[in-house]
């Protein structure tokens, strides 16, 4: 058991993380610090945390774990208001969606603690944010991705690993630029897709209409297109790169597709349904990995 979370950023991933540490008794108390104010005292009140702390590094002061739920964008900045608060044997976390800029991010924010460091990103949320939308159960049976580096103790990937696992997640180990790439393919590109065809959809002069007699098929397509303008504008930037590796590759087969459909061949444009529907119809969510971190427990 730990004896305090030292926790930045009171939003849904944080406040879960910090409400399932609470279930699994497995912290005797949460220190919380957000940028506004108001939001750590509405974590305080509903019982998220203990502790409203009135800065970042006041909320890690005294903590044996760390978990870091802020935009990606902010991770350097926060790294380098907490160094100083860092207990020698804190184990700190963060949880962004990107690994390679968040781990750029500590190597010179956290400087000579960066042993303390195990980047995680959970492969958890909801289209909606804030912390009146936390979950102890947001993480059971979801994946959790480790991407430690040479630096990190292996000690605290082996403690980062039980902790997630307490909270009945799956983890997972891999290189943070296996990491960023996988995720371009199967997050990051479909949200950007998402907004992208609901801001088509809307811009047109009809779009309203079309809006209108939506059904099912809008829904599931278009879920993810709610999600936080904020996360996902750092999240796109950071993995850049790699986003826009896959977005070349998703419009060489739109094309592949748009070319039989404007000359009407009709068994090369089925061939290709067919394809993604074989592809499709194998998938299954969560299924085991190669990666997975019993290999390295």
Known sequence: MFEQLGLIGCGLIGGSFALALKRAKLVKRVVGYSKSPSTTERARQLGVIDVAAPSALLAVSGADIVLLAVPVAASEATFKAIRHGIG????????GSTKGDVIEAARRGLQGQLGNFVPAHPIAGKEVSGIEHTE??????????LTPIKSTLRSNVQRASQVWSGIGANVLTMTHEEHDSTFAAVSHLPHLLAFAYVNGLAGQPQGERFLSLAGPGFRDFSRIAASDPVMWRDVLLANREQVLAQSRAFRAALLEMENAMAEGESQALEQSIARAR?????WQPGASSSHDSQQDA
């Open 278 to 282: 074989q592809v499709r119809a194998a």
């Open 88 to 95: 020698s044997d804190a184990l700190v976390m963060d949880v």
């Open 136 to 145: 102890a159960s947001l993480f059971t049976g979801r994946h959790v991705v």
